[in-house]
């Protein structure tokens, strides 16, 4: 018998049933962890079936999920190192500064809220790394997650095209009367007509469609047990749908950021030059003709987002210069921000920069070692992959990075829903990079 059970543990059937959890986890946080981790407290259990298919799930049920997942991780994991050391190590020890920066916290509670969620986006990290990796096919993992993003797509669809609005009058009519406390975020989440699907807010919507666009439509392209028509087809209704839910986000750095990510996908397609240089112009002219046909009206009244960001930035820096080392606590900025804030600016519980925040509520270690693992991960295998070209690791690699870069204005590291996954696939892309195996795969 126990010679079986280490069969199974070396065959294809430990793998692939750790590939098909992890993909369902992080599909289920992509439908129901799409709140900011600061604002936990104002999750309600499901008490009906409507809850339980409408709303939002508490973090808790995510954990404990995560724990059979990361116990079969652990047992099948490949415990072999492709990339630089140091590289694996930077994640721990930005997670270890997290605690180190607690002890000098200004809420405890909230604090102790945020270490849990970080040290399950440092779990993922390392079980993409070293137990993702087992299988060569990975349609059990892609399965539950790209799953997941079809669905938040016809969510967000469903939104533009009426559901919104009878949202908005189903939460006003039965739901509202009944809560104690509202979070004001929400208030003003359902008082607009920009979609956000299963996420908090819509430019969290925009940061799933940079994270996962660019693989879900290279991954049903490369998908050959369709006929070539019928992989068209859905390409083009995905990519379609996607588009479509990011203008009617209203998020505009999304927009721009995914017009960067075209162009950089773009240059990497074997066209000739001119042609190439033909679509860039087109892409450029039509992505700029869009963003300022749909956001003239906006510019035209100041702008307010991008003032209240530099005031978000400016109290930041300021909590920086008197904590430099240890800072405020993870995720207190907020608390913080109500002290010091001007009187004319919106009131935050983010920095609206991840970065930042990192240096604001951990100190400038923090900053540092965040900063420098995305970064370098980013680098390191971008210089593999020009050596090896793979179109589903460049897809993945594009979907990172258009994810950290939106970190420069929002706070997708607050959100579980994607954040976990950005830290699975990063993990899962450095070793995939340095395997032997990839560079085997021919060129696009």
């Given amino acids: 018998m126990k010679k079986n059970s280490w069969r199974w543990r070396d065959g294809e059937a430990a793998p692939r049933t750790f590939a098909a959890l992890f993909g369902a986890l992080l599909g289920l946080a992509l439908l129901k962890f799409g709140n900011p981790i600061i604002l936990e407290k104002f999750v309600t259990p499901p008490t009906n079936f409507y809850d339980w298919m409408i709303s939002p ?22 415990w072999k190192i492709n990339a630089p050391k140091w590289l694996l190590a930077l994640p721990a020890i930005w997670l270890g500064w997290q605690f180190v920066s607690a002890t000098a916290t200004v809420d ?11 040290t399950t986006c440092v779990v993922c990290f390392y079980l993409g790394y070293f137990s993702l990796n087992r299988l060569k096919e990975h349609r059990p993992f892609w399965l539950g997650v790209l799953g997941a993003f079809i669905v938040v797509l016809a969510v967000g669809l469903r939104q533009h095209f009426g559901g919104l609005a009878e949202s908005r009058e189903y939460f006003l009519t039965y739901i509202y ?96 030059k001119k042609i190439k240089f033909a679509l ?81 509520d951990s100190g400038l270690p923090g900053f540092v070692v965040y900063f420098s693992f995305f970064g370098w991960a980013l680098i390191w295998s971008w210089r593999k992959l020009a050596a090896n ?20 204005f929002e706070f997708g590291l607050y959100i579980p829903a994607t954040a976990w996954i950005a830290f699975a696939l990063l993990g899962w892309l450095l070793n995939r990079v340095g395997n032997e195996f990839d560079k085997k795969i021919p060129a696009r």
């Fill in 108 to 118: 405890a509670s909230l604090t102790r809220t945020v270490l849990v969620h970080f």
């Fill in 389 to 408: 070209p793979n179109p589903r690791l460049f897809a993945v690699w594009l979907g990172l990075l258009g994810w950290s870069l939106q970190e420069l």
């Fill in 57 to 78: 799930w508490s973090l808790a049920i995510g954990y404990w999920l995560l724990v059979p997942v990361a116990i079969i991780g652990f047992f099948i994991a490949r």
């Fill in 280 to 360: 860039l112009a087109a892409m450029l002219i039509l992505g700029l003709a869009g963003f300022v046909l749909k956001y003239s009206a906006y510019f035209e009244k100041g702008a307010t987002s991008v003032g209240a960001r530099f005031d978000y930035w400016r109290a930041a820096v300021e909590t920086v210069e008197a904590n430099p080392v240890l800072g405020s606590g993870p995720g207190t900025f907020g608390i913080v921000y109500a002290k010091i804030k001007r009187p004319e600016s919106e009131m935050s519980r983010m920095t609206h920069n991840d970065y930042l925040e990192q240096a604001s």
């Fill in 177 to 272: 009367p009944q809560l104690k406390n509202v979070a004001p975020d929400f208030q003003k989440k359902m008082a607009s007509d920009r979609i956000f699907s299963t996420l908090f807010y819509p430019n969290n919507l925009a940061g799933i469609l940079l994270l996962l666009l660019p693989t879900t439509l290279v991954i049903f392209w490369k998908n050959e047990d369709w006929p070539t028509a019928v992989r068209r087809t859905i390409v083009g209704i995905t990519g379609v749908a996607a588009l479509g839910c990011l203008f009617w986000s209203g998020s505009k750095g999304g927009w721009l950021l995914m017009l960067v990510l075209g162009l950089i996908a773009l240059l990497q397609l074997p066209f000739q």
